[in-house]
């Protein structure tokens, strides 16, 4: 299997990322190298990967606060990779204890692969930190709580869930086509040669939205389809407590436009 790093991006938000790491740090194969990709949070984030130093390969990337550029702050933290492959995460999201190994599996030349993402609203709290065993597991799900092989969240199945089979994992790998409308960057993985020769997310995309739809709309242009991995690659989105700007347009999505972006990650490449 292809050398993964993953790319967190986080902004204020210490508790999401505290257990974002700490899913990564119980992955049944462990990522190469971690890159948090900060877009100018405060102090308290930089302490969060500090404690996690230890257990996992992690750099932090930070940039200072000038609104959401998210597009930015991910290309400089990917500069710092130089496995095979990438897999970029929002550091508001638990991922599944397979998440890496299925990413690993799942990397096919010729593809951007999507996974899936189970939304937990409202939910404010931390991953169980030990494995339950057989009979706890079936007593939480009896209770009405989320439970995987690697999470359980004390979440109600009901309205504070939302796309609940796509928590669910299954051992087969099943692939879907899908457009650009279903892209989103927080839980995306493609071929760093692939990043690299798209130069990859267009830092004049600001304000929250369209980036990581125009990152995939590049690779297509490419020959790079995305597709959608169902039931393996889960993650689960926690609500986030930081509000940023609202969406914005940054550059219109043009036909004619090319695959290569001018203002990408090469101005961080050595």
């Not at 200072?64 to 990438?86: I, K, M, Q, S, V």
């Not at 436009?257 to 001018?262: E, G, Q």
Request: some cysteine.
């Amino acid at each position: 299997m292809p050398s993964i790093g993953v790319v967190v991006s986080t902004f204020n938000n210490p508790e999401g990322l505290e257990s974002c790491l700490l899913g990564l740090r119980r992955q049944s194969v462990a990522a190469a190298r971690v890159v948090v990709a900060d877009d100018g949070s405060g102090p308290a984030t930089p302490h969060v990967v500090e404690r996690h130093a230890g257990h996992l390969p992690i750099e932090h990337v930070w940039q200072p606060d000038e609104g959401f550029r998210l597009a930015a702050a991910r290309n400089r933290a990917t500069a710092r990779c130089r496995e095979d492959y990438l897999v970029f995460l929002d550091g508001d999201t638990i991922p599944h204890r397979r998440f890496v190994a299925d990413h690993a599996a799942a990397a096919v030349r010729g593809r951007v692969v999507l996974g899936q993402r189970c939304g937990l609203l409202g939910y404010r709290g931390a991953i169980v930190r030990r494995q339950p065993g057989a009979v706890k597991l079936l007593a939480l799900f009896v209770l009405g709580r989320i439970i995987n092989d690697s999470v359980a969240l004390d979440a109600s199945l009901g309205s504070r869930v939302t796309g609940l089979r796509k928590g669910i994992r299954l051992p087969r790998r099943v692939y879907r086509p899908c457009s650009i409308r279903e892209a989103h960057g927080g839980n995306l993985g493609v071929w760093r040669e692939d990043f690299l020769a798209v130069n990859g997310f267009d830092e004049q995309f600001v304000g929250w939205g369209l980036e990581d739809h125009d990152f995939v709309d590049r690779l297509m242009r490419l020959g790079r389809l995305p597709y959608r991995l169902l039931f393996q690659a889960v993650c689960f989105h926690l609500d986030s407590a930081t509000e940023r700007e609202p969406r914005t347009a940054g550059r219109i999505l043009m036909p004619d436009r090319a695959a290569y972006c001018a203002q990408g990650v090469d101005q961080y490449l050595g």
